[in-house]
């Protein structure tokens, strides 16, 4: 099976913002999906947000960590949880057991169907901005549940270690 690179798509229509997360979802697009959590707190008329997974082929815990921060972001300021749509068993399941349902409502099917997607340009990143972000990231998740930090704790350990030496060096 070919892995597809990963794209990222949007739509925002009558208050409701669609992120669409299409073939293998990396690291690489973390400043992309960091980007969209930023500015999603602050969009005027917003809502209620979806993501869709259904054409993620992967999505990396990186990835996974900026859906979080779209959560925590979003929170107290929607009537409802961001929705993900997600009808793969194996990305159920992942979404699940890192704790996603205390944050997201967890669907297999939208409620409704949009057509009308942009396809999001990458944001580029240098090394250390990509670095800085996967500890976001992971740090965020970590937050999410025991099962989480005890997952994470030691990468993160070994990434804030690099951090700290690149920066005496």
Do not use: W, Y
């Amino acid at each position: 099976m070919k892995v597809h690179e990963g794209r990222l798509k949007a739509a925002f229509e009558a208050g409701v913002f669609v992120l669409k997360l299409c073939g293998d979802v990396r690291l690489t697009l973390c400043a992309t999906l960091d980007l969209q959590a930023q500015q999603l707190a602050d969009t005027p008329g917003l809502k209620a947000v979806m993501i869709d997974l259904r054409e993620a082929s992967n999505v990396d815990s990186t990835a996974l960590g900026f859906l979080a921060k779209v959560a925590m972001a979003l929170r107290g300021k929607l009537e409802q949880a961001p929705t993900i749509v997600a009808d793969n068993p194996d990305v159920k399941r992942m979404l699940e057991v890192m704790g996603f349902g205390a944050f997201f409502t967890l669907l297999e099917r939208p409620i409704a169907e949009v057509d009308d997607f942009e396809e999001l340009p990458e944001v580029p990143a240098d090394e250390e901005g990509l670095r800085e972000r996967i500890l976001e990231a992971h740090r965020i998740l970590m937050r999410m549940n025991e099962h989480n930090h005890e997952q994470f704790q030691p990468l993160v350990e070994m990434l804030e270690a690099q951090n700290d030496a690149s920066h005496k060096a």
